[in-house]
């Protein structure tokens, strides 16, 4: 088994426009997707727009993201997967309708 | 070579040649066997091709020996494999770092399995890039060098060597599988292949850049992908039509360039030089492939070649029946080359008029902005009219975009043999 973590880049615009019965639509298609996946979904999380972000280069503090792009960093998940493909159907189901999810493997250390 | 030949042969030389000329043979049409299923067993594709060369440099001396083994694949998957296996013995954190999927590494067999589709597949993962999944198919299925690779794609060997170290290194850490996808998958995975193969074979038959007009090693290992997939995937129409394809599309290649390497168009190529075996069989292939709806687009694109490979000439061409099979080709496969062949034959049927509308319909098409073939076809449209100094723009145009010696050569003929402005004389 391996790990991957499910990148969540989505159009912020799109949810600062949400009325709160399409945020709950949102949320519950998050809960449903955990459930469906619960023995792969180790952890997962969403993040505040990237208006609340901070980024600080060589110890010099900036107001906004580190990247201003359309689609911003807005979630995770961290899945377990026997392999890529087995990762990419988790990632195919991932709610992401303004934007896309990008799969990446962990890094796995060299014990020996 | 030394060493005794049991065989028998008249000389050791000769002998040792016939060893070679076997050992080449192998390696021609056994490399992605032989590999594939070494990959299984040593779950690491740079572990599996060092096994492989190596049990191929063995037969060159064990052959010599002990004579060519009845089943050449077999004897090299098993030096191979236990080769590999050794080596995963030998070097436990190797073992443990195996990336390939191996839920249980099979020990070797009598019976070798065919494991060829799980290393196509592996190779043209989607998560690869399309250029990255050509060049590890040719590397690794088709067994060329790297050198070979990049030579095809004239790109330089560090280049080359790069992009297949990058990703093999991908399949790897982010644990690409080694296996034939999930049927649900599997359409768009084999359509994945078939792009792989199609873009081998175009860049084969008329070369980006380059003194030839045709790259006979890439078309020929194209051949061979496509055979290879039509005996793995007997049943999918797609593979089918891929390999008719290109049977009735390479019919033609000693017909396309004259005797003096000069390019000869459709139009006035000598069809008895047309391969009449491969045509048959392409037809064949065709009518087997057209049976599944949609027909997939290498079937259309195989059957508009059989249309013109069943006419004895030009002039009896059915433009009827291939503007037909280029509508079809467009509702199922709607892409910007497609249309300008579709125009290109409006052209043939109904006159230049006709041709050049269609012609000029597709010149706001941004993939065809810079695309040699479009300017080409209305230079030809327009010399046709007599309108001659637009022809000469287009020609002009065309020439800017075309980097193979072969073409640019008739086109600058064509240019040349447009009649001069008046006042010049």
């Keep these: 088994m391996s790990k991957y973590l499910v990148l969540i880049y989505e159009d912020e615009a799109s949810y600062a426009a949400m009325d709160p019965a399409g945020f709950a639509a949102v949320a519950e298609a998050h809960r449903a997707f955990m459930a469906d996946n619960k023995d792969a979904v180790l952890a997962g999380e969403a993040l505040q727009p990237t208006a609340t972000?901070?980024?600080?280069?060589?110890?010099?503090?900036?107001?906004?993201?580190?990247?201003?792009?359309?689609?911003?960093?807005?979630?995770?998940?961290?899945?377990?997967?026997?392999?890529?493909?087995?990762?990419?159907?988790?990632?195919?189901?991932v709610p992401a309708g303004f934007g896309g999810v990008e799969v990446r493997p962990l890094m796995v250390w060299d014990e020996s | 070579m030394s060493g005794p030949a049991r065989g028998g042969g008249s000389g050791d030389d000769l002998a040792g040649s016939a060893v070679a000329a076997a050992v080449a043979e192998a390696h021609r049409r056994e490399w992605g066997f032989v590999l594939a299923a070494t990959a299984r067993v040593a779950g690491d594709l740079d572990l599996a091709e060092e096994c492989v060369q190596d049990a191929y440099a063995k037969a060159l001396t064990a052959w010599a020996e002990s004579g060519v083994p009845r089943r050449p694949a077999a004897w090299l998957t098993t030096v191979a494999r236990n080769r590999a296996l050794d080596a995963l013995r030998r070097d436990v954190a190797l073992r443990r770092r195996l990336p390939l999927l191996l839920a249980e590494p099979p020990e070797p067999e009598p019976d070798i399995p065919d494991e060829r589709l799980r290393l196509?597949?592996?190779?043209?993962?989607?998560?690869?890039?399309?250029?990255?999944?050509?060049?590890?198919?040719?590397?690794?299925?088709?067994?060329?060098?790297?050198?070979?690779v990049a030579r095809a794609f004239l790109v330089s060997e560090a280049t080359m060597a790069a992009?297949?170290?990058?990703?093999?290194k991908k399949i790897a850490a982010a644990g690409i599988p080694y296996r034939v996808p999930d049927s649900e998958d599997l359409p768009a995975r084999i359509d994945a292949v078939?792009?792989?193969?199609?873009?081998?074979?175009?860049?084969?038959?008329?070369?980006?850049?380059?003194?030839?007009?045709?790259?006979?090693?890439?078309?020929?290992?194209?051949?061979?992908?496509?055979?290879?997939?039509?005996?793995?995937?007997?049943?999918?129409?797609?593979?089918?039509?891929?390999?008719?394809?290109v049977l009735l599309t390479d019919a033609r290649r000693a017909a396309r360039v004259d005797v003096d390497g000069r390019l000869v168009l459709l139009a006035d190529q000598d069809r008895s030089l047309w391969d009449r075996e491969a045509i048959q069989e392409g037809r064949r292939l065709v009518r087997e492939a057209l049976r599944r709806r949609p027909p997939t687009r290498h079937a259309l694109m195989a059957a508009i070649a059989a249309v013109h490979a069943e006419v004895p000439s030009w002039e009896a061409t059915d433009w009827a029946e291939i503007i037909g099979l280029y509508d079809v080709l467009l509702r199922h496969w709607p892409s910007p080359v497609a249309a300008l062949n579709r125009a290109a034959a409006l052209g043939f049927a109904y006159g230049p008029e006709s041709g050049l509308r269609a012609l000029d319909a597709l010149a706001l098409e941004p993939c065809l902005a810079g695309y040699a073939y479009l300017?080409?076809?209305?230079?030809?449209?327009?010399?046709?009219?007599?309108?001659?100094?637009?022809?000469?723009?287009?020609?002009?145009?065309?020439?800017l975009f075309t980097d193979n010696d072969v073409e640019r050569d008739f086109l600058a003929a064509e240019l040349a043999e447009l009649p001069e402005p008046p006042g010049r004389q």
């Design chain 2, 194 to 245: 078939l792009t792989v193969v199609d873009l081998v074979f175009t860049t084969g038959h008329t070369a980006p850049a380059g003194t030839d007009l045709v790259r006979t090693d890439l078309v020929e290992r194209a051949r061979d992908l496509a055979r290879m997939l039509s005996f793995l995937l007997p049943n999918d129409a797609g593979v089918a039509g891929l390999l008719a394809f």
């Design chain 2, 375 to 399: 300017a080409a076809a209305r230079a030809d449209a327009l010399r046709r009219l007599g309108r001659t100094e637009e022809a000469r723009a287009a020609y002009q145009e065309a020439l």
């Design chain 2, 163 to 168: 992009r297949i170290t990058r990703a093999k």
């Design chain 1, 53 to 93: 972000a901070t980024s600080v280069r060589k110890g010099v503090v900036t107001d906004g993201a580190f990247a201003e792009t359309k689609e911003a960093l807005g979630g995770y998940y961290l899945v377990e997967a026997p392999d890529l493909d087995a990762a990419l159907a988790i990632g195919k189901q």
């Design chain 2, 120 to 148: 196509i597949f592996t190779c043209c993962h989607p998560a690869l890039a399309l250029e990255a999944q050509v060049a590890l198919t040719l590397r690794l299925v088709c067994g060329l060098t790297t050198a070979e």
